[in-house]
């Protein structure tokens, strides 16, 4: 998906395209290109130019535009070669037939009504054009009217091909109408994840050991992934997750996330519900991201030993996988009700030890390289956290 900046940038030079297309249209219809094909003669002298060698049929010959002339009743008298491509018809069969052939049904009536308007004053109007095989094309006529006699009229007509403008109007719109889902989008998503992260504050904030500790899982897992070559997409995804994963613990009683004992084991398996209480919170938010899946799997182990479903090695995310381990190190780093904190080398010797059996190699390997050469430090101050 592209980005709002290059959706923009897009935009703008379809825009600066779309005006100059534009322009070219605008001197047409003040009348600069009829102007050349009319020149103020009468019709028997446009009758003798255009069957001539003289420059006013080169000149015709030569304009970008379909060029006519046609009588009253549309019967074409003169065609240029360019009107004869535009409908993609040979040229002995434009001249001679009736200029209602080339136009769209829904058109015929207008033309009718144009082409018997004997005024000294032009008109111009878009049209569709329907070519030899059928395709419609869009034109913009500029009609002009010669008398000829005292009763027969002439009328000269210019056909501007309109496909090219119609098509980067179309685009324009596309890209606008892109642009703006973008940002919608982009403005419902930050919303989305404003409001997540309020309920992960409210969680965090029941009491003093689970105050930082998702922020902080949400520092550690985003940079293991970066460290691991992720896209910049998927980051952003594990960021969210990583933030919110212990979510589900606002179903569980304070008594129990800051009992300053171990756990029974009933009181470990109600633990154990917050990740499905996390999955079912978020499950029916539309997010770019398998987000309610993290969640529930972020204590999978690679060996089947975790929980909820018991899942093994591919089976679980790579994402909840990258979570899991910097969940643990944050974990292990900090203070919990029962114990103080063992300290990131412990940390980092728990996810070597369970390398391959408990942990993804490349997380694991990537997390060490963190810590160790590339110095990372978790920005909050490590505080007392939660059992689990």
């Known amino acids: 998906m592209k980005s709002q900046a290059e959706l923009s940038r897009e935009v703008e030079e379809l825009r600066t395209a779309l005006q100059e297309a534009h322009a070219a249209l605008d001197a047409i219809r003040e009348g600069t290109v009829d102007a050349l094909v009319v020149n103020g003669k009468s019709g028997e002298q446009i009758f003798s130019l255009v069957n001539s060698d003289q420059p006013y049929r080169i000149l015709l010959e030569e304009m970008s535009e379909g060029a006519l002339t046609v009588t009253s009743d549309g019967l074409i008298l003169f065609s240029n070669k360019r009107f004869a491509q535009m409908v993609n018809s040979p040229l002995n ?3 001679g037939c009736n200029l209602q052939t080339w136009v ?4 015929r009536k207008i033309l009718e009504s144009l082409l018997n308007m004997v005024t000294e004053e032009k008109h111009r109007a878009e049209f569709i054009l329907v070519t030899e095989d059928g395709a419609r094309l869009p034109v913009y006529l500029s009609i002009g009217n010669v008398k000829v006699g005292k009763e027969a009229a002439v009328f000269c ?3 501007t091909d ?3 403008v119609k098509q980067i109007e179309k685009i324009v719109a596309s890209k606008k109408m892109a642009l703006a889902a973008l940002q919608a989008s982009q403005e419902l998503q930050e919303s989305l994840e404003e409001s997540i992260k309020a309920i992960a504050n409210t969680v965090e904030s029941r009491d003093e050991y689970t105050a930082g500790h998702m922020r902080r899982v949400g520092q550690l897992a985003p940079a293991i992934a970066r460290e691991m070559g992720l896209s910049e997409e998927s980051i952003h995804g594990i960021a969210l997750a990583s933030t919110i994963h212990d979510l589900g613990k606002i179903s569980i009683p304070v008594e129990i996330l800051t009992k300053p004992v171990k756990l029974s084991k009933i009181e ?4 154990q519900t917050h990740v499905e209480a ?3 919170i978020v499950k029916n938010i539309k997010f770019p991201w398998p987000i309610a899946l993290l969640i529930l799997q972020h204590h999978e182990r690679m060996d089947g030993s975790g929980y909820p479903q ?9 994402e909840s996988r990258i979570i899991a381990i910097a969940d643990v190190i944050e974990a292990m780093a900090s203070r919990r009700p029962y114990r103080t904190e063992l300290g990131i080398d412990a940390a980092l010797a728990e996810i070597s030890q369970g390398r391959g059996t408990l942990y993804d190699p490349a997380a694991v390997d990537a997390c060490i390289r963190l810590f160790l050469e590339k110095r990372f430090s978790f920005t909050l101050s490590p505080k007392s956290f939660s059992h689990a």
């Open 310 to 318: 018991g899942l093994k090695g591919e089976e679980i995310l790579l």
């Open 93 to 95: 069969k434009v001249i």
């Open 278 to 280: 996390g999955y079912d």
């Open 104 to 107: 769209a049904p829904e058109y």
């Open 268 to 271: 470990y398996q109600l633990i």
């Open 162 to 164: 309109l496909s090219e």
């Open 157 to 159: 007509l210019v056909a």
